[in-house]
């Protein structure tokens, strides 16, 4: 069976601190994404990722970087948290390709709440 | 700048009724997708449409990709409480998808 774990289902953190979302997957896929996802917006591309070490912006990367420095493993940065960036966050990882060859699998969420 | 509307942003129905949710963009998508996601969970791959005009069904589910594959529709036939959920659509762009708005789907027994 699939699977995509992320770190925390719950997470508080106060304005300015450094914040670490991990996200592991056990499929051997290449690709691997960060979304936000806030009501009546939908999902919103972060970040992703094609390859070890390789990133690429995705809609809405300012104040984000995230690190993949193992295939498995996608992290995902907050420099210095705000509120406008308390939502929940989504990893995902699918095989190589382009978009309309692949299915996207999706973890369960980090809702990030920043005071 | 969001491509992907959805309509309704929500809808409440009672069990056996029959639903249509719509996605509709001004642009040109290779493909489209749909996900289901319920509570507490990252959302799940329903179906991909990827000819213009093409039609799938999965159970009681039917999905249209527009001729001009700009649009897409998902249809629920005799609406169950376990089709409750928030329903999305992600139109592929090279190597990504854009997802739209939502429709949040309460059905109720």
């Known amino acids: 069976d699939v699977k995509v774990t992320q770190s925390s289902r719950y997470l508080v953190k106060r304005t300015g601190e450094k914040v670490f979302l991990e996200c592991v997957q056990d499929m051997d896929h290449e690709n691997m994404f960060w979304y936000r996802q806030d009501p009546g917006l939908g999902l919103r591309l972060i970040y992703f990722s094609y390859d070890v070490k390789m990133k690429e912006k995705g809609d809405i990367p300012e104040g984000y970087s995230v690190s993949r420095e193992k295939k498995e493993r996608f992290s995902l940065i907050l420099e210095s948290a705000s509120t406008n960036q308390t939502s929940m966050y989504l990893c995902?990882?699918?095989?190589?390709?382009?978009?309309?060859?692949?299915?996207?699998?999706f973890g369960p969420g980090t809702r990030l709440t920043v005071t | 700048t969001q491509l992907l509307e959805q309509s309704p942003q929500f809808l409440s129905i009672q069990e056996g009724e029959n639903l249509t949710v719509y996605c509709n963009s001004s642009s040109v998508f290779s493909s489209l997708q749909w996900y289901r996601q319920e509570p507490g969970e990252g959302p799940v791959l329903l179906v991909t449409?990827?000819?213009?005009?093409e039609v799938k069904k999965l159970k009681r589910l039917t999905f249209q990709f527009g001729d001009a594959r700009k649009d897409s529709s998902l249809h629920i036939t005799a609406a169950q409480p376990g089709d409750t959920g928030l329903y999305l659509c992600a139109g592929a762009r090279t190597y990504k998808y854009i997802f739209g708005t939502g429709t949040r789907l309460k059905v109720l027994a």
């Open positions: 449409v990827v000819t213009g005009g």
């Open positions: 995902a990882s699918s095989l190589v390709g382009l978009a309309d060859s692949y299915e996207q699998y």
